[in-house]
Nanobody, 121 residues
Framework: QVQLVESGGGLVQAGGSLTLSCAAS????????MGWYRQAPGKQRELVAT???????NYARFVKGRFSISRDNAKNTVYLQLNSLKPEDTGVYFC???????????????RGQGTQVVVSS
């Protein structure tokens, strides 16, 4: 069972920046995608960004160039750089990992405990 551990959340003023990190407990040799979702109070969970093991990235429209996702495969870690933060970015940010077979079948789906981000106005 792969464990995902997030860090880097906190309280920041609007316009500020944070860097979130998520470390997987073991190396993932199969095709996979790591990413971040978030859930604001009273709202549904929504995709923020993903990055595949091949390096392809995908962002939610609301990111609009403010956030950047990256990964370090040697460290089994994915990062999310949050810039120009807004109060509406407040929420719990969850790290996710999806593992796929060579023919695209999902083999595993994991999620971390989440890290809180609070943006004050």
């Amino acid at each position: 069972q792969v464990q995902l551990v997030e860090s880097g959340g906190g309280l920041v003023q609007a316009g500020g920046s944070l860097t979130l990190s998520c470390a997987a407990s073991e190396s993932i040799l199969s095709n996979n995608a790591m990413g971040w979702y978030r859930q604001a109070p009273g709202k549904q969970r929504e995709l923020v960004a993903t990055v595949t093991s091949g390096g392809s990235t995908n962002y939610a429209r609301f990111v609009k160039g403010r956030f950047s996702i990256s990964r370090d495969n040697a460290k089994n870690t994915v990062y999310l750089q949050l810039n120009s933060l807004k109060p509406e970015d407040t929420g719990v940010y969850f790290c996710t990992l999806e593992i796929y077979s060579d023919n695209g079948i999902m083999l595993g789906d994991y999620r971390g405990q989440g890290t809180q981000v609070v943006v004050s106005s």
